[in-house]
């Protein structure tokens, strides 16, 4: 039997009077300590080493008290808070297929929250605006910072062209801006890595977006039309513009939608995706192979032997041909899996690029955690609703010249 289990049993076994003990030592603990830090807030120099003393006893009493109680952490309410907890950074793990060299220059100054507690992360700057639900409480890793630098940055990327306009954003700059530059994100930690895998394991989960979207989607659509009534170079939008820019991004959030819902749709997903990158790598490999082969015919000419040079200059030809099959390989995988994900429709708003650079980012998630793929469910419904209220926007934008 595994930890869990012997934890469930033993809960079974000791049920009744033993919980309120167990309960009533967490309170202690959680009172203690809340004070004690309060108090070290002051004390920075102090507060780090005592955090770096207790960090591992900590996490294993808390361990043990949740083993002991048997529970299960509370789904997050709807509609109210999306998370209570900062997440800490676990151990570094580097993901060879999302590392950038500019890592450490993504990385901001701390902020230190209410209470002391030190927090790392590109927060963009807060609202000018006040909302009208300033007292309603935030999550603590997507904080409201978020949703205001999307919305300035999708109307960054929107270039007005006469009455209508083109988008200049892409999947990739978005992921290089909020997934690893962590814009607008909160985490406890110095390690960018580390408190990324943290952030993106407290948000991609089923009831999580939900939560996170209907916490947030009104304040967003309020954030977006502020930013599109802030003049950019001494010019404001027209409303026909305005509406161009919602519904521009209603497609791509269609597409996105429809990605999503094609991906879901595939039963052989992650094989596809092995595929798809086997074919990458023979591609990489015939690559390698073709440049030896022209290194060693050029020295061999050098060295004046002709006769070597003439040998592997058979071997160059040959090893092209193969490099070029390769290649060739790979584009018709490519567009082969492309083109099964775009049945769902909306998802032919994208380009096979587009497709399947979104097709890595969720492979990589349900790797090592098929459960995920609820997550990109909920997330291809989510979009799909962003797509009809930027819509619905987009007609409001006119409605309003015309009145």
Do not use: C
């Amino acid at each position: 039997m595994d930890r869990s289990g012997q934890s469930a049993s033993y809960a079974q076994s000791r049920s009744g009077s033993r919980k309120p003990f167990w309960w009533l030592l967490v309170v202690v603990i959680v009172l203690v300590g809340g004070s004690l830090w309060f108090w070290l807030a002051g004390h920075p120099d102090v507060r780090e080493k005592l955090a770096a003393q207790i960090e591992g006893s900590a996490v294993d009493l808390a361990s043990s008290v949740y083993d002991r109680l048997g529970g299960q952490p509370p789904t997050p309410e709807v509609g109210s808070t999306a998370g209570d907890s900062l997440p800490g950074a676990p151990p570094h793990r580097e993901d060879p297929n999302e590392r950038y060299d500019s890592l450490d220059a993504a990385m901001a100054d701390g902020h230190v929250q209410e209470g002391g507690a030190a927090v790392r992360g590109p927060l963009a700057r807060t609202e000018t605006t006040i909302p009208a639900d300033a007292g309603r409480k935030d999550d603590s890793v997507v904080r409201i910072a978020f949703i205001d630098d999307l919305a300035r940055w999708l109307r960054q990327n929107y270039i007005p062209t006469g009455r209508s306009g083109v988008l200049t954003s892409s999947l990739r700059e978005a992921n290089l801006r909020y997934g690893v530059g962590m814009r607008g994100l909160a985490w406890i930690g110095d390690d960018l890595p580390a408190g990324r895998s943290a952030a993106l394991a407290h948000v991609y989960t089923r009831d999580m977006l939900s939560s996170l979207y209907s916490l947030y989607i009104d304040r967003f659509m309020e954030a977006v039309a502020r930013s599109l009534d802030e003049p950019t170079d001494g010019r404001t939008l027209s409303p026909e513009q305005k509406r161009r820019f919602y519904l521009a991004y209603a497609g791509q959030f269609r597409g996105l939608s429809g990605t999503l819902q094609g991906i879901i749709a595939l039963p052989d997903f992650t094989a596809q995706m092995n595929d798809l990158q086997q074919g990458a790598q023979r591609v990489v490999a015939a690559n390698a192979r073709y440049s030896e082969l022209v290194f060693a015919r050029d020295a061999a000419q050098a060295q004046g032997n002709s006769g070597r040079a003439a040998e592997l200059g058979a071997q160059v030809a040959e090893a092209g041909k193969l490099y070029q099959q390769a290649v060739v390989s790979r584009e018709q995988s490519r567009e082969a899996l492309a083109q099964t994900i775009r049945r769902k429709g909306d998802a032919g708003r994208l380009d096979t690029d587009s497709i399947l650079y979104v097709a890595a980012w969720v492979e990589r998630r349900v790797r090592n955690h098929p459960e995920k793929m609820d997550a990109t469910r909920q997330a291809a419904a989510l979009f799909l609703d962003l797509a009809q209220r930027f819509e619905s926007a987009g007609q409001e934008a006119v409605k309003v010249e015309a009145e």
